[in-house]
């Protein structure tokens, strides 16, 4: 990952109004990560992105997507005990796979979803995080899903009714 993405990273942030406090906590985090893995995709979400975050006791959360991550649970649990003894404490992370990140999708896993639909794609070179807002988004327009009162929930009409999720 070259300063060119960084900065790029800096940028995404800044035009979405995150803090700059977070934003350079953001950015600490990313040079070391790009240093120790391949990301493939950064989302930010939660408090940072809705500016409702404390400066000191609010940490930031983030998904990080990574084909090194597409491995046996055993394997991704020692790599994520070694990042994290590397990384910038602070940020609490979801870790995903390339394909692991599409198995959450079609899941239809909340967090993810919410994610998606509220957060702030700041990385994302393969395009993974970009199409699956767009089809989270295209299924929302087409009241294959719905969000009500902040949860997701698939539209059923009428009794025994089958809804398929929106393919990947």
């Known amino acids: 990952m070259g300063e060119k ?5 800096a940028e995404r942030l800044r035009e979405a109004e995150v803090r700059e406090l977070f934003i350079e ?3 600490k985090f990313a040079r070391k990560l ?3 893995i391949d990301v493939s995709g950064l989302l930010l979400f939660g408090s940072v992105v809705r500016d ?3 400066p000191v006791q609010s940490d930031i959360d ?3 997507v990574s084909p090194q991550f597409d491995v046996p649970p055993i394997d991704k649990t020692s790599l994520r005990i070694d990042l994290s003894k590397r990384l910038p404490s602070g ?6 796979g390339e394909k692991e990140i599409i198995s959450v999708f079609n899941a239809f896993t ?4 919410d994610a998606l639909y509220e957060g702030i794609i700041i990385h994302d070179p393969k395009g993974i995080l970009t199409r699956l807002r767009k089809t989270l988004l295209d299924a ?3 009241g294959r899903i719905e969000r009500y009162r902040g949860m997701w929930r698939l539209p059923i009409r009428k009794r025994g009714e089958v809804i398929k999720l929106p393919p990947w």
Not at 5 to 9: K, P, Q, S, V
Not at 91 to 96: E, H, N, P, Y
Not at 110 to 113: D, E, M, T
């Open 140 to 142: 929302l327009n087409q």
């Open 91 to 96: 940020f609490d992370v979801i870790w995903l």
């Open 25 to 27: 906590r953001i950015m």
């Open 5 to 9: 993405e960084l900065l790029n990273i």
């Open 110 to 113: 909340g967090v993810l979803l």
């Open 34 to 36: 790009f240093e120790f």
């Open 52 to 54: 409702r975050a404390h």
């Open 62 to 64: 983030l998904i990080v």
